[in-house]
């Protein structure tokens, strides 16, 4: 039988959970979850509140460890691993709170991430103009649309900004898969709109994960849909066949949130 790292090199996939259960006593808040996402692949993952989407995440970033299972990261055994180990080996996510400098400008934030990553410490008085951290703290800024507010301080920024803004964030330092922590959350429709123009327009070869309760949103931005259901999964698809889906839509109508 092939081990997960044999069947990496075969396959080439990111992320590998193996019957990962996360349980809080005898609350099992995620139960068995396996699947695979290959590297470069856009997954949404989607369920009602409650059913085990922030645990996952949870779990996969180290944040809270699984009880149980396997979590392969490019075909290495990471499920012990601390946060910032993932982060090391090009792990990103993002999180429904913010954790941005507010007093900083925008350029700033940007640039201390990807200070940050590239090894350097925090050094915001002795900002080293190092021409190849500001070359990528302007790719950024560019991709993440901010440009035009980059020496606007984060306190002034809107929600949407703000959003806008800690994608950048984790997109510092080459990450080769990002998980997106409900990244609608709270935006207007207009600042929905340019936030799906951002994720359709981020570099092919960078996967991510996004947990998202809108709907119309996720279905927009992926490659392939995985379905939650009360802490287990119920089915995988493309956007088409999941917004299709009678079982899917009676979820999403049960917890108010629907498609087209």
Same mark, same amino acid.
């Given at each position: 039988?092939?081990?997960?790292?044999?069947?990496?090199?075969?396959?080439?996939?990111?992320?590998?959970?193996?019957?990962?259960?996360?349980?809080?006593?005898?609350?099992?808040?995620?139960?068995?979850?396996?699947?695979?996402?290959?590297?470069?692949?856009?997954?949404?993952?989607?369920?009602?509140? #409650?059913?085990?989407?922030?645990?996952?995440?949870?779990?996969?970033?180290?944040?809270?460890?699984?009880?149980?299972?396997?979590?392969?990261?490019?075909?290495?055994?990471?499920?012990?691993?601390?946060?910032? !180990? @993932?982060?090391?080996?090009?792990?990103?996510?993002?999180?429904?709170?913010?954790?941005?400098? @507010?007093?900083?400008?925008?350029?700033?934030?940007?640039?201390?991430? +990807?200070?940050?990553?590239?090894?350097?410490?925090?050094?915001?008085?002795?900002?080293?103009?190092?021409?190849? /951290?500001?070359?990528?703290?302007?790719?950024? /800024?560019?991709?993440?649309?901010?440009?035009?507010?980059?020496?606007?301080?984060?306190?002034?920024?809107?929600? #949407?900004?703000?959003?806008?803004?800690?994608? #950048?964030?984790?997109?510092?330092?080459?990450?080769?898969?990002?998980?997106?922590? !409900?990244?609608?959350?709270?935006?207007?429709?207009?600042?929905?709109?340019?936030?799906?123009?951002? /994720?359709?327009?981020?570099?092919?070869?960078? #996967?991510?994960?996004?947990?998202?309760?809108?709907?119309?949103?996720?279905?927009?931005?992926?490659?392939?849909?995985?379905?939650?259901?009360?802490?287990?999964?119920?089915?995988?698809? +493309?956007?088409?066949?999941?917004?299709?889906?009678?079982?899917?839509?009676?979820?999403?109508?049960?917890?108010?949130?629907?498609?087209?």
């Amino acid at each position: 039988m092939l081990h997960s790292a044999d069947m990496h090199r075969i396959s080439g996939d990111a992320l590998i959970l193996e019957g990962v259960t996360r349980a809080f006593g005898a609350l099992k808040a995620i139960d068995d979850v396996t699947f695979s996402v290959p590297a470069g692949e856009r997954r949404a993952v989607l369920g009602a509140n #409650g059913a085990g989407k922030t645990t996952l995440f949870n779990a996969i970033t180290g944040d809270f460890p699984p009880t149980a299972g396997r979590v392969m990261f490019f075909g290495e055994d990471i499920t012990r691993l601390p946060p910032y !180990e @993932r982060i090391r080996r090009g792990m990103r996510r993002t999180y429904q709170s913010s954790l941005l400098f @507010r007093e900083l400008s925008v350029r700033d934030n940007l640039y201390l991430a +990807t200070q940050g990553i590239s090894g350097g410490r925090f050094s915001v008085l002795r900002r080293r103009d190092d021409d190849a /951290l500001l070359a990528a703290t302007q790719i950024l /800024l560019d991709l993440v649309h901010l440009d035009h507010l980059s020496e606007m301080p984060v306190s002034l920024l809107s929600h #949407g900004q703000q959003r806008q803004l800690e994608v #950048g964030m984790a997109l510092a330092g080459a990450p080769r898969l990002i998980l997106f922590d !409900e990244p609608a959350a709270g935006l207007s429709p207009a600042e929905r709109r340019e936030l799906v123009n951002i /994720l359709q327009g981020l570099p092919r070869h960078i #996967g991510f994960v996004l947990i998202e309760h809108d709907l119309d949103i996720a279905l927009r931005v992926v490659d392939r849909v995985t379905i939650m259901h009360n802490g287990r999964l119920l089915k995988h698809g +493309t956007p088409q066949e999941i917004e299709n889906d009678a079982e899917v839509q009676a979820i999403y109508m049960g917890s108010g949130h629907h498609g087209h």
